[in-house]
């Protein structure tokens, strides 16, 4: 077994591969880019060495400064985690060169998959069911948009290096397909390094389902049964499960067969995973196979009770698999969530910045949470903006998705928007409650998972004044104590007045709301007057955040965090987030020049869709800004004129840059 291992990755799955490795008595080396010389991966890790600059193509995308790393702190083995070069044969290729272990599959095997049309005729001679489509190497816009006019609308373009949902358009019409095409060729060549695609069919409300393989040197391979992975936003997984959902057991051999010989057609070695799309059916076809440990891999540790980090570390130094095929069998249900820093409602936009408060659920049997990131840590614009992954288990999947509502209502992030409040509703929506799954769940959930905004309840707006009422008083003693006469009469906030208490005006925005709420104080806390209720109030924070409220007798446990003007307030497992106006001091409504759009993130212009002077329509294309690696539309709000823009192609833009300077038609 090795002694000491280099981790070529970053965040969750690095921090992940640390865990294992400290548990067997392998000593880590981490590597780190400059934005995260202060990460969590790099406090875990027994050594660490910086690689280069924050964009990954100066840092963990260069093989060279990791196989230097490696040699210079005597790393026996690299373990990729998955992204960047988890599936770079050139990297495997220079692992080996240089006498370093590629914990990963063969340079055969990953070249093999790593093209999904190359990998689609290794799958077709080993007898293994296909999606019809073109997985050919002529690739002339046309002749491709013949293709697809061939094998019917709709088609699905997919990058043929691709993955996570990069470089991947669905087309309805043979008049849309030329501008899909190119823009899955910019994502493609912008995240790949190679623009090839492939046409498929596109299948209507299918399943994703991808079965779990893992082999060693000796010849034996095993499948550790299937994951769901249908829930899925712009081709990437939101929440997976396994075991799949209604899946009857003969399919589940039927597709563990067929994962397995897709294995053993390439000399499969170590963790994979072979990706079919099933229809409602059952039929199933061939994907892809991704030659790394997954993303979503502890739902599949968390039914076995295996640890797949563990038999990575095992097969990458010769030995067998631990246990064989008739062996392995399923316990109960597990839920993963991406927790990711987004807005939802802005479509999945990435946010980045500082985790003022993060506070996730305690760690039991029943739940898991994997997560590169602390509180006080930044979400970089360089990089994927997940927070973590939360993982649940239980004996049957109603009691699973019971413990997954509950942790998230349990999940406490200030600093970044998140999706917390999305995946909690995506969880209670009836059609993934009943397991009716399939690839447009969300889309087709529309006016259950994107409400209109809901104006905070009163309860809601009557913790947010008592706790500025006490922070108030908090502030006041803290003062005091600081004083030349801590004990002066002066310094107390307990509304007392000569003839009668005081009262005071509690001013509160929510949204483009406001109101007020006015307190009177008491002897054993406040009265609250709002909308016409009056209400006796108490409470006293038992931590930094945590709150106990007593209203109106009802007594609750609720958290509030305030971060500048802002009031984050959960209760419920619900999140609601107030403004405390200071009444001598309202701020302008200011905001740059009238008609402007801006960049909602960091990024990078990266085509100009409209012409200067040109009116267009609402909703109409102006440019393309990539940013995350991911391109994002920036439209017309209305229908005007554009009458300059402020960056050329290629041009970095910063968060809040004003892009376009655009006149909209007067009503």
């Known amino acids: 077994?090795?002694?000491?291992?280099?981790?070529?990755?970053?965040?969750?799955?690095?921090?992940?591969?640390?865990?294992?490795?400290?548990?067997?008595?392998?000593?880590?080396?981490?590597?780190?880019?400059?934005?995260?010389?202060?990460?969590?991966?790099?406090?875990?890790?027994?050594?660490?060495?910086?690689?280069?600059?924050?964009?990954?193509?100066?840092?963990?995308?260069?093989?060279?400064?990791?196989?230097?790393?490696?040699?210079?702190?005597?790393?026996?083995?690299?373990?990729?985690?998955?992204?960047?070069?988890?599936?770079?044969?050139?990297?495997?290729?220079?692992?080996?060169r240089n006498g370093i272990v590629f914990i990963g599959p063969p340079v055969f095997a990953i070249r093999a998959m790593g093209s999904k049309s190359e990998a689609k005729k290794l799958m077709e001679k080993a007898g293994v069911p296909l999606t019809p489509g073109y997985h050919g190497d002529k690739q002339e816009p046309e002749f491709l948009r013949q293709q697809a006019d061939k094998i019917g609308y709709p088609v699905l373009i997919k990058a043929a290096a691709g993955g996570g949902g990069k470089g991947m358009r669905a087309v309805d019409r043979s008049e849309d397909f030329l501008d899909a095409l190119a823009s899955c060729k910019r994502e493609a060549l912008s995240s790949f390094g190679d623009q090839h695609v492939l046409i498929e069919k596109y299948l209507q409300r299918p399943r994703h389902i991808e079965i779990q393989v893992f082999g060693d040197r000796h010849g034996n391979c095993v499948y550790l049964f299937e994951r769901d992975c249908s829930v899925q936003r712009r081709h990437q997984k939101v929440v997976e499960e396994a075991p799949a959902p209604n899946m009857p057991p003969?399919?589940?051999?039927?597709?563990?067969?067929?994962?397995?010989?897709?294995?053993?057609?390439?000399?499969?070695?170590?963790?994979?995973?072979?990706?079919?799309?099933?229809?409602?059916?059952?039929?199933?076809?061939?994907?892809?196979?991704?030659?790394?440990?997954?993303v979503e891999h502890p739902v599949t540790e968390m039914i076995t009770g295996l640890d797949l980090v563990e038999w990575q570390l095992k097969v990458g130094a010769g030995e067998t698999l631990p246990l064989q095929q008739e062996q392995l069998t399923i316990r109960g249900h597990a839920l993963e969530a991406r927790i990711y820093a987004e807005d939802p409602d802005k479509g999945f936009l990435p946010s980045i910045g500082k985790l003022i408060h993060l506070a996730p659920p305690a760690e039991t049997l029943h739940v898991r949470v994997d997560t590169g990131v602390e509180q006080d840590d930044e979400?970089?614009?360089?990089?994927?903006?997940?927070?973590?992954?939360?993982?649940?288990?239980?004996?049957?999947?109603?009691?699973?998705?019971?413990?997954?509502?509950?942790?998230?209502?349990?999940?406490?992030?200030?600093?970044?928007?998140?999706?917390?409040?999305?995946?909690?509703?995506?969880?209670?929506?009836?059609?993934?409650?009943?397991?009716?799954?399939?690839?447009?769940?969300?889309?087709?959930?529309?006016?259950?998972?994107?409400?209109?905004?809901?104006?905070?309840?009163?309860?809601?707006?009557?913790?947010?004044?008592?706790?500025?009422?006490?922070?108030?008083?908090?502030?006041?003693?803290?003062?005091?104590?600081?004083?030349?006469?801590?004990?002066?009469?002066?310094?107390?906030?307990?509304?007392?007045?000569l003839n009668g208490t005081a009262r005071r005006e509690i001013r509160l925005r929510a949204g483009e709301t406001e109101k007020i709420v006015n307190a009177g104080y008491g002897a054993d806390g406040f009265t609250?007057?709002?909308?016409?209720?009056?209400?006796?109030?108490?409470?006293?924070?038992?931590?930094?955040?945590?709150?106990?409220?007593?209203?109106?007798?009802?007594?609750?446990?609720?958290?509030?965090?305030?971060?500048?003007?802002?009031?984050?307030?959960?209760?419920?497992?619900?999140?609601?987030?107030?403004?405390?106006?200071?009444?001598?001091?309202?701020?302008?409504?200011?905001?740059?020049?009238?008609?402007?759009?801006?960049?909602?993130?960091?990024?990078?212009?990266?085509?100009?869709?409209?012409?200067?002077?040109?009116?267009v329509e609402k909703g109409a294309a102006l440019l393309i800004l990539e940013a995350m690696k991911m391109e994002h539309t920036i439209a017309a709000p209305a229908a005007g004129l554009v009458k300059a823009f402020h960056f050329n192609v290629g041009e970095q833009v910063s968060d809040g840059a004003e892009l376009v300077e655009f006149v909209p038609d007067s009503k």
């Open 528 to 615: 609250l007057e709002f909308e016409g209720q009056t209400t006796t109030a108490a409470g006293r924070f038992t931590g930094s955040t945590e709150l106990r409220v007593d209203l109106g007798g009802r007594r609750i446990n609720v958290t509030v965090v305030s971060a500048n003007e802002r009031r984050h307030v959960f209760i419920d497992g619900v999140s609601f987030i107030f403004s405390a106006i200071d009444p001598l001091f309202h701020a302008g409504s200011g905001g740059g020049a009238e008609g402007g759009l801006t960049a909602p993130m960091p990024g990078k212009v990266i085509a100009l869709i409209a012409a200067v002077g040109a009116r």
């Open 379 to 497: 979400i970089s614009p360089h990089y994927d903006p997940m927070i973590a992954k939360l993982i649940v288990w239980d004996e049957t999947r109603e009691r699973a998705l019971a413990r997954m509502l509950q942790a998230l209502a349990d999940y406490r992030v200030v600093g970044v928007s998140n999706n917390i409040g999305f995946l909690s509703r995506l969880v209670a929506c009836p059609a993934f409650a009943q397991a009716d799954l399939d690839t447009g769940l969300i889309e087709r959930e529309r006016a259950f998972l994107f409400p209109e905004s809901v104006e905070p309840p009163a309860e809601a707006w009557l913790v947010a004044a008592l706790a500025e009422l006490i922070h108030d008083q908090a502030y006041a003693a803290a003062e005091a104590v600081e004083s030349p006469d801590p004990h002066s009469p002066w310094h107390a906030r307990d509304g007392w007045r």
């Open 1 to 96: 077994m090795f002694t000491k291992i280099l981790i070529a990755n970053r965040g969750e799955i690095a921090c992940r591969v640390i865990k294992t490795a400290r548990r067997m008595g392998i000593r880590t080396v981490a590597v780190y880019s400059e934005a995260d010389a202060g990460a969590r991966h790099v406090r875990l890790a027994d050594e660490a060495v910086c690689i280069g600059a924050p964009p990954p193509k100066e840092s963990y995308l260069v093989a060279d400064r990791i196989i230097a790393a490696a040699l210079a702190t005597g790393a026996q083995a690299v373990h990729p985690g998955y992204g960047f070069l988890s599936e770079n044969e050139e990297f495997a290729e220079a692992c080996e």
């Open 250 to 294: 003969e399919r589940r051999a039927a597709m563990g067969k067929a994962a397995v010989d897709a294995a053993k057609a390439v000399g499969y070695v170590g963790a994979g995973t072979v990706e079919f799309i099933v229809n409602q059916d059952g039929s199933f076809y061939f994907m892809e196979m991704n030659t790394r440990l997954q």
